[in-house]
Structure formats: structure tokens, C-alpha cells
């Protein structure tokens, strides 16, 4: 009888033998047909250009390429549930590896396939690593391009979805609203002119490069007094001087009650030298206690002999009456340990610290719960990790609030997409991210970020170390973050940062004390000085507003947290372009252009500056004037004493 382990074993045997025959011809063929080799060297020729080609594309024939694989990648439809993910990654990565050992003709399809898998897989940016180890440099290359492009398309549909229609406004580039404004006029007929619109504010000061202006704009009327929009921030920091204890360090809301803490107990070493002292005192209660417990035991035992002969009951009594003594006395020791943690711990009953540094303060357990989860763990000075405490350190050194802000981005960052991924997998998505539309939850908050504008800043020594620093943090827990975090990206980071992070105002009834050199802190905010700050915020949809010395609306904080609102200061017409004061409009004319031209490196010509300028051009001509004046009548009557003479 044949069985199946005999079929299968003769027909291993079968297409070996075939293999081998094959072999044997295509040797026998190269070896004596000619026109087969000439054959076989156009074909290796062909293959060899192909890939040449691939390197030597210029980027705009590599994007025109990897536009045509996204179009035609974009007919498949993603699986939705994990198992089925990761069903499709695997098919995909091997469809892409088998497809690589086929040659450079088979790249682009396997590009196609590679990039598929990345779209399903949880950590790209650990997928775009692996990529780049293992497969060929022009697959690599054509997988990057596909997905900048998508970055592309996906920023060109962003200001079409965000912000949401129910926050009443919209982001457009003013270039192309001027640009089709002017068409409008242009199509008009001659002899009918239309007055001409004011410069912006932010001006591009004469510069021939056209690049996106954008400013946020209101969908509605609106009068003086009332709110537009209100939105959460997606990161925030207390400024170093607000770090005492009074305000909750994840949503800066004041804490009722709570006594200021000296400088000394904010410092990290301190408290790690307050821990010591504390537990040394623990410590010695325990010894005092164990010690009191003997000269009790002595004197019982003496005061038996002396009064051997009273009553059982009097001596049981005198016993009782040491016993309460020794306790009082030994148990002191440990009240005052207790009494030391209770006013190291809250100095009220809506106060809660970190349970292991001790420093970070919040007002509700939600709000310490929600920082840990985020970003806490990471930063926490008395956590398992040293790393933490030289970041802290590092970060104090600078006098920056950017490396904190950035290593708390990077932890939000993480800890929304998880429970994104979460509410997707539960079918229970809900709006994120200040969007509140599902159209503009396809966006991750990183991709909120890169259509923000930015300061370009040159990296420093500084910057370098910190970096280096925040590698060593953050990279267990985020992996590829060492890899996606360059030097470029993170200044670009800190650019972002410094253009449009906002000052928080929310001491209402709490004096914040003043900044020292100790506090100082040298990032850009945008804070129009109309009370005490006591942190930074930065906001997706208010990162947009542009300036000027006249606003029209201001950023407020209702809650008295970092949720911010934003304000009407005068009645707002749909249509119109919104804008907040980066700095102190009450300033002079030259203070202000001063401060924005090294802050935000741009000139402000807004209508106050304008006129404030030309008040200041005419008191300086009538100055030239009358010293003109001066200066002939002196002449004058130096001329006639002469003659006189």
C-alpha cells in the first residue's frame, strides 16, 4: 500500500531531480549557446539600471512614485480588530520580503507591501527603524517617500476637518484669501475701486517667498464679552516661581488653603535631605521607645521589692501608672515623625503630593492620577530611576522650560494614542485632541503639531546634552523615541514651543511670588501681562490666533486651570480674523516692535502701530523743528552782536 509519507518523500525526490536537471541546462545553455549569454547580460544589465535608477531619481520623480503606490495601496481596506491586524502585518512582511529576494524590478511592489504593514502595526516609528536595518536602501527610500507624502496629503485636508464647526472658528492661509480677495477687485469693473485692506499684523515684511500665512478666523457674529471657543491644553508646565505647593502641577488650578512652601523644600536635594531627616527620626523614636521599655521593666521589678509586702492590687496599680508614663514618653518621639509627615504631606486637606517625591502637588486624585499616568512616572525625582533626577537637575541648570514640556509631550503623546487605539478597538472613539469631530481624530497629536508655524533656532551644546538626557529617560518606555527624536527634530520642537505656547493666568486671590534669578526662565511666551502668570500651556486651535496691539479677543482661563477660553474684547463679525497680544499692549510703540522682532522675529503693523509710529514721527519732526529754530536764532543773534561790534 503507497502511503502518504511515501508520496510526499517521492515527490521531494521528483522536483529535487527537476531542480537539478534545470540547473544542469541552464549550465549547459550558458556555457555554449551565445545568444543566451547576450540574453542573460541584458537582463542583469537591466535589472542593475533599474536599481541605479531608483538611487539616482530625483525626490520629485520618487514622490510622483510613491504617489502612484498610495493611490493604488488606498483600495485596500484595513482590517479593524487586533487579531485580524495582526494577521495582515504578517501576511504583509513576508509578501514584502519575498518580493525584495525577487530583485530591484519587484521593489516598488514590495514597498507597497512594507508600508501596508505599517499602517497596522502599533509602533511605526519602531517599524521604520527595523526598516531601515533590513531592507534594501531603495525599498527603504520608497516606503519613507509614501509616507511623507501622506503627511502631505493629509496636512492639505487638515484645515478642512480642524478645528471643529462647533468651536466657531476656521484656520485659513491669508496668502490665498489676499490672493483671491485681489482677483475679486481685479475682476471689477474699471472705474470702481475697493478701499485697500490693511496689512496684517504678522507681516512677511516684504519677503518674495510665499509661504503659508495662516490665522484662525470666526464663523459668527459675535458681540463684545462673549466666549468663541474654550479648549484643554495639550501640554503644560508651572513656571518654577508657581512651584510652591499652591497650585496643582498637572492642571495649574490654585489649591484652597494651601500655605506657600519655602524655596528650600521645592528643591529636590532639600526634600531628599528632609527624607533623611525624617526617617533618622523615625528611627530614633523606635530606639527611645525600646529604651524607655526597659527602664520601665527595671522599675517595676524595683518598686516589687520595695513594696513586697502591699496588696497584689496596688502594686498591679503602680504598675499600670509606669506603663501609661513610659508609653506617653516613648511614643513622643513618633508623634513628632508623624507631625513632620502631615506638614510635609498636605498643608491642607485638598492637597495631595506625589506619595515618592513628595514635591509635585495636585488638587484631586483624578489630576495625580492623570499626571502619573502620563508623564509623572517618568519625571518623578524619587522614582527607581536616576535618570529622572539628573533630568531635573539638567533642566534647572538651563533655565528652560522646553526640555520639561517636550518630555511631558512625548509621555501625552503616548498615553493618548494607547487610549485612542482603545476607544477604536471598544468602537467607542469620542473626540480628542481639542477636535471634538471624529473627521480630525485620523490626526495624532504629533500631526497637530507639525502644522503649527515655528521658530527656526540653531541647536546649542545645551540643547545637545538634554537631549542626550531625555533619551536615557524616556527611551524604555517609548520605544524608537532615541531614533525619532534628532537634534533637528527637537529644536524644531523648542521653535514650536517658543511661537506659541501661552502664559496661564489663574492666581485669582493667590499671590504668586516674584521671579528670581533663581527662578528665571528664558522661553518665549506669549503673555499679554493682564495678571500674575503662573505656568505655560500650549493650544492647538489658539496656537493659530496671530497678533496685535489692538486685539479683537483675549485668551481667559474660566476654570481657573489651564483650560483655556477664548474672549471677545470688541464686537466680532463672521469673517474676521481673530488676534491676541503677544506682549503688553500698554507698552510704547518702540518696547513692543522691540520685543516682538526678537521674540517672534517678525514687525508688527497693525493699525495701534501704525498710528503710534506716526505720532512718534511727527513729535520727533516737530523736536527737529524747534531745535532748527533754536539753532537760527542763536545764529541769528551771534550774527548781530557781531555787527554790533
Not at 475682476?187 to 485697500?196: E, L, V
Not at 498637572?250 to 489649591?255: A, D, G, L, Y
Not at 528670581?516 to 495678571?531: F, L, N
Amino acid at each position: 500500500m503507497v502511503t502518504g509519507k511515501t508520496i510526499a518523500v517521492a515527490a521531494t525526490v521528483t522536483a529535487a531531480v527537476a531542480g537539478l536537471g534545470y540547473i544542469a541546462y541552464f549550465d549547459y545553455k550558458r556555457r555554449h549557446d551565445r545568444k543566451f549569454r547576450r540574453k542573460l547580460k541584458r537582463d542583469r544589465k537591466k535589472v542593475e539600471k533599474k536599481a541605479d535608477d531608483v538611487n539616482k531619481t530625483s525626490p520629485d520623480a520618487i514622490n510622483d512614485i510613491a504617489m502612484e503606490l498610495l493611490n493604488e495601496v488606498a483600495k485596500d481596506k484595513l482590517p479593524a480588530s487586533p487579531e485580524e491586524k495582526e494577521q495582515f502585518f504578517m501576511t504583509q512582511v513576508s509578501k514584502g520580503e519575498t518580493l525584495c529576494s525577487a530583485g530591484p524590478s519587484a521593489y516598488s511592489s514590495a514597498a507597497c507591501h512594507f508600508y501596508q504593514a505599517l499602517k497596522v502595526y502599533p509602533n511605526p516609528v519602531e517599524l521604520v527603524m527595523i526598516y531601515q536595518k533590513t531592507t534594501p536602501p531603495e525599498v527603504f527610500k520608497l516606503v519613507m517617500a509614501m509616507m511623507a507624502q501622506e503627511v502631505r496629503q493629509k496636512q492639505l485636508r487638515y484645515f478642512d476637518v480642524f478645528p471643529a464647526k462647533g468651536k466657531n472658528v476656521q484656520i485659513k492661509d491669508k496668502n490665498k484669501t489676499d490672493n483671491a480677495e485681489k482677483d475679486k477687485a481685479d475682476a471689477k469693473p474699471k472705474g470702481k475701486t475697493k478701499a485697500k485692506k490693511p496689512l496684517s499684523a504678522e507681516s512677511d515684511n516684504g519677503s518674495d517667498v510665499i509661504v503659508p500665512n495662516r490665522a484662525l478666523f470666526s464663523t459668527k457674529d459675535f458681540d463684545a464679552g462673549e466666549t468663541i471657543y474654550e479648549e484643554e491644553a495639550v501640554v503644560s508646565t508651572l513656571l518654577p516661581r508657581a512651584q510652591n505647593g499652591q497650585f496643582c502641577d498637572h492642571c495649574m488650578k490654585s489649591i484652597p488653603s494651601a500655605e506657600p512652601r519655602s524655596e528650600e523644600k521645592s528643591d529636590p536635594e532639600a526634600a531628599e535631605k528632609e527624607d533623611s531627616e525624617e526617617q533618622n527620626a523615625t528611627e530614633k523614636s523606635e530606639e527611645d521607645k525600646e529604651v524607655e521599655g526597659e527602664k520601665t521593666d527595671t522599675l517595676i521589678e524595683a518598686k516589687k521589692n520595695e513594696d513586697a509586702q502591699e496588696s497584689e492590687g496596688n502594686t498591679a496599680e503602680t504598675e499600670d501608672e509606669f506603663k501609661d508614663a513610659s508609653e506617653n514618653n516613648a511614643t513622643s518621639g513618633s508623634e513628632k515623625s508623624e507631625e513632620t509627615k502631615e506638614i510635609k504631606g498636605s498643608s491642607s486637606s485638598n492637597a495631595l503630593e506625589c506619595d515618592k517625591c513628595h514635591k509635585a502637588v495636585y488638587c484631586s486624585e483624578k489630576c495625580r492620577q492623570d499626571a502619573y499616568d502620563a508623564y509623572h512616572q517618568f519625571l518623578c525625582t524619587k522614582s527607581d530611576s536616576a535618570q529622572a533626577r539628573q533630568f531635573a537637575e539638567l533642566v534647572k541648570e538651563t533655565h528652560e522650560l522646553a526640555p520639561i514640556l517636550i518630555a511631558k509631550f512625548f509621555g501625552i503623546l503616548v498615553d493618548r494614542e494607547k487610549k485612542k487605539e482603545l476607544a477604536r478597538a471598544l468602537g467607542a472613539l469620542s473626540g480628542s485632541d481639542g477636535a471634538g469631530d471624529s473627521d480630525a481624530d485620523e490626526y495624532t497629536t504629533w500631526e497637530h503639531l507639525e502644522c503649527m508655524r515655528y521658530l527656526e533656532l540653531v541647536p546649542s551644546a545645551a540643547d545637545a546634552e538634554v537631549l542626550k538626557k531625555l533619551g536615557e529617560l524616556m527611551s524604555s518606555s517609548v520605544p524608537g523615541l532615541t531614533e525619532f527624536v534628532t537634534s533637528e527634530r527637537y529644536t524644531m520642537l523648542k521653535g514650536k514651543l517658543d511661537y506659541n505656547a501661552f502664559a496661564v493666568h489663574n492666581a485669582q486671590d493667590v499671590d504668586v511670588p516674584a521671579e528670581t534669578e533663581a527662578t528665571h526662565v528664558s522661553d518665549t511666551i506669549r503673555d499679554d501681562h493682564s495678571a500674575s502668570p503662573v505656568g505655560i500651556s500650549l493650544y492647538l486651535i489658539s496656537s493659530h490666533v496671530t497678533h496685535s496691539c489692538d486685539p479683537n479677543v483675549q485668551i481667559v482661563f474660566p476654570d481657573n486651570t489651564s483650560k483655556a477660553a477664548i474672549k471677545t474684547l470688541k464686537p466680532v463679525a463672521k469673517g474676521d480674523e481673530l488676534h491676541v497680544s503677544f506682549v503688553d499692549a500698554s507698552l510704547d510703540v518702540q518696547t513692543r516692535q522691540k520685543l516682538l522682532k526678537n521674540s517672534y522675529r517678525f514687525t508688527c503693523e497693525c493699525d495701534k502701530c501704525k498710528a503710534d509710529l506716526a505720532a512718534v514721527a511727527d513729535k520727533e519732526e516737530k523736536v527737529e523743528a524747534t531745535a532748527e529754530e533754536n539753532e537760527k536764532a542763536e545764529t541769528t543773534e551771534h550774527e548781530s552782536s557781531k555787527d554790533e561790534n
